[in-house]
Structures are given as C-alpha cells and as structure tokens.
C-alpha cells in the first residue's frame, strides 16, 4: 500500500513538473513569435534636433506653422528653424551651420550644389513675385508688361521704393531687374529696409512706396496693408523653392543630421505634404499661395 501511494505521489509530481515546463516554454515562445500585435514601439531617432534654414517668406506666409508640427509628429524630430534671407540661409548651409534648407534662390543654390556642400536636392513648389505699390501709383506702372520697365518709371518718377536689402531671394530677383532694366538705383527714393518680407511690406505701406514681394506674403498680410498689386504674371517673375541637405561630409566636425534632413526632404515631396501645399491659403484668400511642384519638370513651370 505504501509502495502504491509512493508511485502515485511521483506520477503526480512528474505530471506536474512536465506541465510546468510545457507552459514555461509556451509562453516563452509567444513572447517571440506570437507577441507580433504587443510588439515594442520602434525607437525614435538618435538625434532629435533638426535645425532647418529657410526664407522668411515661408514663416511669414504661414506654410511652415502648418507643415512643421505635420513633419514633427510624423518624424519625432523637433525643427528648429531659422527664417532670415535666403543668401543668410544659404550662407549657414555653407558653413554647416545647418542641417537642411528651404530656400528660392535656384542660381546660387546650385552653386553650393557644385561644392559639394548641399545633396538631395529636390523641386517643392512655386509661386511668383509680384510688385505692389500704393493705391494712387504716383509712378504709373499699372498696366505695364514687365517688370524692368515699371521700375524705370518708378525710378524716373523717384517714387519711394522699399527694398529688402537683405540678400535674400527676393532682393536677388530685385537686383536682377534693375540690372535688365540698366538702372543702379540710388537717392532717398530708394531705400533698404534689411528685414525680411513682412517687414519690408509694412514699411512700403506705411511711406507709400513700392516694393518687389513674393505673392504669399502679401496675401497673407494684405488686409493691414495700403498696397495694391501692380504688377503680376510675368514668366520671369516664378519665385521657385528648392530643399536640400547639407552634405554631412563636408563638415565631419559638425555632427551634421543627415537623417534628420533625408527625412525632411522626403515629407516635402511627398503626396500628402504636396496636397497640404496645394489647399494652404485657399480658406482664406480663395486661391493657393504656392503650387506644389514636386516631381515636375522645372523647365515647364509657369507654361
């Protein structure tokens, strides 16, 4: 009886034990392999600052208080922008002083592009420039074609003329239609404000003068301006936005965030981001303040 009892007793406790062990090792292989729905989130990236350099033109317009938080969300990088003039802009990438850039100035951004200094970049979206002046036009430029020729008679006129001064893309555009127009502008008509676009159109309106502006922030800030359109559609006035990432190998010292800026290039051109671009201002303005270009050929803009 004792010997039966004993053998009973073993075989409980061998069943036990194998019970035991199949639910050990059972659990141990869901935690591999049947887990899939509880996997772990992936990690977020290393470096999670990105520091963005951009025209003050796509702060001032509203486009990048839409489309940062967008990026940020889906990244988990935080942007730290910087919005002065483009050649500033273009100057941080330069130095790498930057991770990534946002900019219209195509002739001096390719030069960086032959350095070496910038990669991957990528056509995002246009507008145009455009020249605005007091209601009166004492120079009489409404109606004329081209823009070399509304700033001789703004020039012949000496009608006060608000100049960014900056050497941002605008001022770029600016100087390369005085220089069509063979005038080196000069005299307490022409003045320099140094700012950036806002500014400079609010100072244009307050003198009643005209200023050469990109059509996103003038529609942005045009109902606390006394300043209308007086020229518009110029296929020489395109105002054409590149991004790009500063060659990290350029500047091995500077601990320059590729990936951070691969990722912004790409959430630029992508479809979604593209959509948001196409549909920005069209509640408040009743028509798009940029179109968004990407994956077009640069050459066929405006046509």
């Not at 003068?209 to 109902?223: E, F, I, M, Q, V």
């Amino acid at each position: 009886m004792i010997k039966t009892n004993a053998r009973r007793m073993w075989l409980v406790l061998l069943a036990t034990l194998i019970l035991l062990l199949t639910t050990v090792a059972g659990c141990g292989q869901r935690a591999k392999t049947g887990d899939k729905q509880q996997a772990a989130p992936a990690a977020g990236p290393v470096n999670k600052n990105l520091i963005l350099a951009t025209t003050t033109s796509t702060m001032d317009s509203g486009l990048l208080d839409v489309l940062i938080p967008m990026f940020e969300k889906k990244s988990g990088y935080t942007v730290k922008p910087n919005a002065v003039g483009t050649g500033q802009a273009l100057a941080m990438g330069d130095q790498g002083n930057a991770d990534v850039l946002l900019v219209h100035a195509p002739a001096d951004e390719l030069k960086l592009v032959e350095k070496g200094t910038v990669i991957n970049r990528r056509l995002v979206m246009h507008n145009d420039f455009i020249i605005v002046g007091p209601p009166g036009d004492p120079a009489g430029i409404k109606g004329v074609k081209k823009a070399a020729e509304a700033f001789k008679k703004i020039a012949a006129r000496q009608a006060v003329f608000v100049s960014r001064g900056d050497d941002s893309g605008t001022h770029k555009k600016e100087k390369a239609i005085w220089k069509e127009a063979g005038i080196n502008p000069q005299g307490k008509w022409y003045q320099e404000a140094g700012a950036g676009m806002g500014q400079t159109l609010n100072i244009a309106s307050e003198k009643g003068g005209y200023t050469l502006t990109d059509r996103a922030t003038y529609l942005a800030l045009k109902k606390n301006l006394n300043l209308d359109i007086m020229l518009e559609g110029e296929k020489n006035l395109l105002n054409i936005y590149h991004v790009m990432q500063v060659n990290p190998e350029k500047f091995p010292g500077m601990k320059i965030n590729s990936e951070g800026a691969r990722a912004f290039v790409d959430f630029m051109v992508a479809p979604e981001t593209q959509k948001v671009i196409a549909d920005f201002g069209k509640d408040k303005f009743g028509q798009s303040l940029f179109v968004p270009d990407a994956g077009k050929d640069e050459n066929t803009l405006g046509q």
